[in-house]
């Protein structure tokens, strides 16, 4: 089992950055791919990024891509994303999650793991 724990959310301006964490407990020792996803009121929990678990591999939702950059540090077992010029549409709860072994996914359903989520929200 691994248990996470997302903080550094909040409130900020359009154009603002904002460092999301995750901290990672229990059976922490690898390896595991790490996802953020996010779900905005009335949508579906959706793809953001992921890295894989020595971190030379990430990939991005295109919604994303040049603005937010995820990263990991195993020996503090810590994720990060980092979200830079900030949109309105960027306003969700944001999720970390795990998945087992170094199998590559963005798909919501294939992480068995996930964190209790942290608020963000952009005003224009």
């Known amino acids: 089992q691994v248990q996470l724990v997302e903080s550094g959310g909040g409130l900020v301006q359009a154009g603002d950055s904002l460092r999301l964490s995750c901290a990672a407990s229990g059976r922490t020792f690898g390896p595991y791919v790490m996802g953020w996803f996010r779900q905005a009121p009335g949508k579906e929990r959706e793809f953001v990024a992921v890295?894989?678990?020595?971190?030379?591999?990430?990939d991005y939702a295109d919604s994303v891509k040049g603005r937010f950059t995820i990263s990991r540090d195993n020996a503090k077992n810590t994720g990060y994303l980092q979200m830079n010029s900030l949109k309105p549409e960027d306003t969700a709860v944001y999720y970390c999650?795990?998945?087992?072994?170094?199998?590559?996914?963005?798909?919501?359903?294939?992480?068995?793991?996930w964190g209790q989520g942290t608020q963000v929200t952009v005003s224009s």
């Open positions: 890295i894989s678990w020595i971190g030379r591999r990430t």
């Open positions: 999650a795990a998945r087992d072994g170094s199998t590559w996914s963005t798909g919501v359903s294939e992480y068995e793991y």
